[in-house]
């Protein structure tokens, strides 16, 4: 079995950058910094062969490259408690576009379609309950009007997921490329 999700990475500088923000909040459970990255779509536990199926999808997705910046700080909640905080997505119509066509394969590789909004966003940190919200919203207020970028996004990649211990371990295993945007 295969514990799968779709995603882009992050250029090193800016995982660097991201990382510097990861400290100085209480109850959070930080992501590290090589496993920062933006989730086109979540698969979950696969076969082999369904792997290998949406592999083959992916393969096919046409989509042109494009040029993406992080912008803001926030958090998601949850029957009024914060469970994640992230680094936000300045708008971009062609990361929309991506995420439809990864979809699109996803679903022909026979997963089932995704019911949740895209909602393109970086995660920074879990939050456990212990995080104080007076503190939370500080940090957020802080870092609200921090941007990085924009960078060049030429690929998408298939990565698989490793539970266990302390910390989650992403693993690349195919990279597909995107159409160069004309000079």
């Known amino acids: 079995m295969f514990r799968l999700f779709v995603g882009i990475a992050l250029p090193p500088e800016i995982r660097m950058r991201l990382s510097v923000l990861c400290a100085g909040l209480p109850g959070a459970k ?4 090589e ?11 696969v076969h082999g062969d369904r792997a290998e199926d949406i592999d083959a999808a992916l393969e096919q997705v046409d989509a042109p490259a494009f040029d993406l910046a992080l912008n803001g700080i926030d958090c998601f909640q949850s029957s009024g408690k914060a469970h994640t905080l ?18 699109s394969a996803v679903v022909r ?4 379609p995704e019911r949740r909004k895209f909602k393109p966003h970086v995660t920074l940190a879990r939050l456990r309950g212990s995080t104080d919200g007076a503190r939370l919203g500080a940090f957020i207020q802080r870092y609200n009007h921090v941007t990085f970028g924009p960078f060049p996004v030429d690929s998408f990649t298939l990565f698989r997921s490793h539970l266990g211990g302390e910390k989650a371990h992403y693993e690349a295993l195919v990279d597909y490329p995107l159409e160069p945007v004309p000079a």
């Open 30 to 33: 930080w992501i590290d910094a």
């Open 35 to 45: 496993s920062l990255h933006l989730t086109l779509r979540f698969i979950g536990e």
């Open 86 to 103: 992230w680094a936000g997505i300045s708008k971009q119509p062609l990361l929309a576009h991506l995420r439809d066509k990864v979809e």
């Open 109 to 112: 590789a026979g997963c089932e």
